[in-house]
Protein backbone atom coordinates (compact mmCIF):
# COMPACT_ATOMS: atom_id res chain seq x y z
CA UNK A 1 0.00 0.00 0.00
CA UNK A 2 1.42 3.22 -0.77
CA UNK A 3 0.60 6.34 1.18
CA UNK A 4 0.60 9.94 0.21
CA UNK A 5 0.90 12.50 2.52
CA UNK A 6 0.88 16.57 2.08
CA UNK A 7 2.01 19.61 4.34
CA UNK A 8 2.99 23.11 3.96
CA UNK A 9 -0.23 24.46 3.25
CA UNK A 10 -1.59 27.33 4.75
CA UNK A 11 -3.00 30.81 5.48
CA UNK A 12 -1.11 33.45 2.83
CA UNK A 13 -1.30 36.80 2.00
CA UNK A 14 -1.49 37.73 -2.13
CA UNK A 15 1.78 38.20 -3.80
CA UNK A 16 3.53 35.75 -1.05
CA UNK A 17 4.90 31.87 -1.84
CA UNK A 18 4.46 28.72 -0.36
CA UNK A 19 6.28 24.96 -0.83
CA UNK A 20 3.95 22.45 -0.53
CA UNK A 21 5.50 18.73 0.08
CA UNK A 22 4.41 15.30 -0.45
CA UNK A 23 6.24 12.54 0.97
CA UNK A 24 5.53 9.12 -0.39
CA UNK A 25 6.19 5.58 1.46
CA UNK A 26 6.10 3.11 -1.12
CA UNK A 27 8.45 0.01 -2.23
CA UNK A 28 12.05 0.20 -2.43
CA UNK A 29 13.11 0.55 -6.50
CA UNK A 30 9.74 2.08 -7.00
CA UNK A 31 9.20 4.48 -9.89
CA UNK A 32 6.48 5.92 -10.69
CA UNK A 33 5.53 9.74 -11.91
CA UNK A 34 3.57 12.62 -9.60
CA UNK A 35 1.13 14.67 -10.28
CA UNK A 36 -0.43 17.67 -8.44
CA UNK A 37 -4.34 18.76 -8.23
CA UNK A 38 -6.43 20.98 -6.28
CA UNK A 39 -10.14 21.76 -5.78
CA UNK A 40 -11.46 24.98 -4.88
CA UNK A 41 -15.16 25.54 -2.90
CA UNK A 42 -17.34 24.59 -5.21
CA UNK A 43 -15.53 23.37 -8.12
CA UNK A 44 -14.43 20.48 -9.39
CA UNK A 45 -10.48 19.13 -8.83
CA UNK A 46 -8.42 20.21 -11.56
CA UNK A 47 -4.96 19.62 -12.78
CA UNK A 48 -1.92 21.93 -11.51
CA UNK A 49 1.21 20.19 -12.06
CA UNK A 50 2.77 16.79 -12.96
CA UNK A 51 6.58 15.53 -13.21
CA UNK A 52 8.36 12.35 -14.43
CA UNK A 53 9.99 10.27 -12.22
CA UNK A 54 13.58 11.12 -13.50
CA UNK A 55 12.28 15.00 -13.10
CA UNK A 56 13.38 15.51 -16.73
CA UNK A 57 9.68 16.24 -17.67
CA UNK A 58 7.50 18.87 -15.68
CA UNK A 59 3.81 19.38 -16.98
CA UNK A 60 1.50 22.57 -15.66
CA UNK A 61 -1.52 23.59 -16.40
CA UNK A 62 -1.46 27.41 -18.15
CA UNK A 63 -3.08 29.12 -15.14
CA UNK A 64 0.15 28.36 -12.78
CA UNK A 65 3.08 28.25 -15.63
CA UNK A 66 5.72 30.73 -14.69
CA UNK A 67 4.22 30.76 -11.35
CA UNK A 68 4.41 26.73 -10.12
CA UNK A 69 7.53 24.76 -9.87
CA UNK A 70 7.14 21.14 -9.69
CA UNK A 71 10.09 19.33 -8.66
CA UNK A 72 11.22 15.83 -6.68
CA UNK A 73 13.74 14.41 -4.03
CA UNK A 74 13.76 10.78 -5.06
CA UNK A 75 16.16 9.75 -2.10
CA UNK A 76 13.46 11.67 -0.27
CA UNK A 77 10.73 9.97 -1.84
CA UNK A 78 9.23 13.56 -1.92
CA UNK A 79 7.45 16.19 -4.27
CA UNK A 80 6.86 19.65 -4.34
CA UNK A 81 5.13 22.33 -5.26
CA UNK A 82 6.89 25.65 -5.19
CA UNK A 83 3.93 27.98 -5.41
CA UNK A 84 5.04 32.15 -6.34
CA UNK A 85 2.84 35.25 -6.85
CA UNK A 86 -0.10 33.86 -4.94
CA UNK A 87 -3.69 35.05 -5.87
CA UNK A 88 -6.75 34.30 -4.09
CA UNK A 89 -7.72 32.06 -6.61
CA UNK A 90 -5.10 29.61 -5.82
CA UNK A 91 -7.10 28.75 -2.60
CA UNK A 92 -7.96 25.47 -2.75
CA UNK A 93 -7.01 21.93 -1.64
CA UNK A 94 -4.00 20.95 -3.13
CA UNK A 95 -3.91 16.72 -3.33
CA UNK A 96 -0.55 14.96 -4.73
CA UNK A 97 -1.24 11.74 -6.50
CA UNK A 98 1.45 8.90 -8.16
CA UNK A 99 1.03 7.54 -11.19
CA UNK A 100 2.83 3.64 -11.06
CA UNK A 101 2.17 3.13 -15.09
CA UNK A 102 4.20 6.35 -16.45
CA UNK A 103 8.44 6.84 -15.39
CA UNK A 104 9.38 8.77 -18.64
CA UNK A 105 6.25 10.62 -18.20
CA UNK A 106 3.61 12.23 -16.28
CA UNK A 107 -0.27 13.02 -17.43
CA UNK A 108 -2.80 15.28 -16.65
CA UNK A 109 -5.94 13.09 -16.24
CA UNK A 110 -6.55 12.56 -13.11
CA UNK A 111 -8.55 9.43 -13.53
CA UNK A 112 -4.92 7.69 -14.11
CA UNK A 113 -3.55 8.15 -10.96
CA UNK A 114 -3.42 5.50 -8.40
CA UNK A 115 -2.92 7.17 -5.42
CA UNK A 116 -4.13 10.07 -3.78
CA UNK A 117 -2.94 12.22 -0.83
CA UNK A 118 -5.01 14.07 1.97
CA UNK A 119 -4.83 17.46 0.51
CA UNK A 120 -3.58 20.45 1.95
CA UNK A 121 -5.55 23.39 2.25
CA UNK A 122 -3.88 26.80 0.86
CA UNK A 123 -5.87 30.01 1.67
CA UNK A 124 -4.89 32.99 -0.36
CA UNK A 125 -6.08 36.16 1.45
CA UNK A 126 -6.43 39.42 -0.53
Known amino acids: QVQLVESGGGLVQAGGSLTLSCAAS????????MGWFRQAPGKEREFVAA????????YYADSVKGRFTISRDNVKNTVYLQIDSLKPEDTAVYYCAADFDRVYSATRRENEYDYWGQGTQVTVSS
Open 26 to 33: VRTFSSYA
Open 51 to 58: ISWTGGNT
